[in-house]
């Protein structure tokens, strides 16, 4: 078999309640998950199962407690061992992240934000306006509403706002977390549409959907995760309905 484009072996990661009781809580207790290229995984388990804990861990925003991420393009790296700069050139050019929660920088305009995030890339600045403009259309975000800042918006705008700058320029690997929880079902179903279409341009993606029928619809694998660690994994017609009451949010 081919080797995985992400390797994650024995993950662990803990959280300190120190306002409460210094009580150690496990967020991951020894995941093991390999996601291929091109392949959509998608995380399901219930609330506190330990899905957005791993993304952000894979992300860097979480130092895991012990265990490996290995990244395999280029030369392949070990991502828990990075850098702070080695991981944020990895953000800049191969891995994006797309919460459902948009933090702009302030008195910046919507198409704005999205023209930056091709820029990094080293778009140049024409072709990242033509780009910022496709993706923002193809996202149903008015083009009336591209000079406004984002604090304006609504919840769904904002979370349609993050996703095109997060995919302006398709990653190597798109991290997303619950990218449609606030969508109305036309633009839900917008995005549904242009994740789909990452996928078929090989871009691999791992995600966490409370939405049973998005990973019926996209997923070509579902992760369980319970208790910190991946429980039961495959097809999704399979592995969601042997194991419902484990998936349900």
Request: hydrophobic content about 40%; some cysteine; charged content about 25%.
């Amino acid at each position: 078999m081919d080797t995985p484009l992400l390797r994650i072996c024995d993950l662990r990661k803990s959280f300190t309640l120190h306002a409460v009781d210094g009580r150690l809580i496990e967020g991951l207790n020894g995941v093991d998950l390999d996601i291929y290229e091109g392949e959509h995984v998608a995380l399901a388990g219930t609330s506190g199962a330990g899905k957005s804990t791993l993304l952000r861990c894979i992300y860097r925003t979480y130092l895991s407690d012990s265990g490996s991420i290995e990244f395999n393009v280029g030369m392949g790296y070990e991502l828990t061992a990075l850098t702070d700069d080695q991981i944020a050139d990895l953000r800049e050019h191969e891995i994006g992240y797309v919460s459902q929660f948009l933090r702009a920088e302030p008195r910046r305009g919507v198409k704005d934000i999205v023209i930056k995030s091709a820029l990094k890339e080293g778009i140049d600045e024409a072709v990242a306006d033509e780009m910022a403009a496709a993706i923002l259309t193809e996202l149903n975000i008015d083009e009336s509403l591209w000079g406004t800042y984002p604090t304006l918006l609504s919840g769904g705008e904002k979370q349609r706002v993050n996703l095109a700058a997060g995919i302006v320029v398709a990653p190597t690997l798109l991290l997303l977390d619950e990218p449609v929880s606030a969508l109305d079902p036309r633009n839900r179903e917008a995005v549904l549409q242009v994740i789909q279409r990452l996928v078929e341009g090989n871009t691999t993606v791992l995600s966490v959907f409370h939405d049973l029928d998005a990973m019926f619809r996209l997923a070509d694998r579902v992760a369980v995760l319970s208790n910190g660690k991946v429980i039961d994994q495959g097809h999704p017609d399979v592995v969601i309905n042997r194991s419902l009451e484990t998936v349900a949010p």
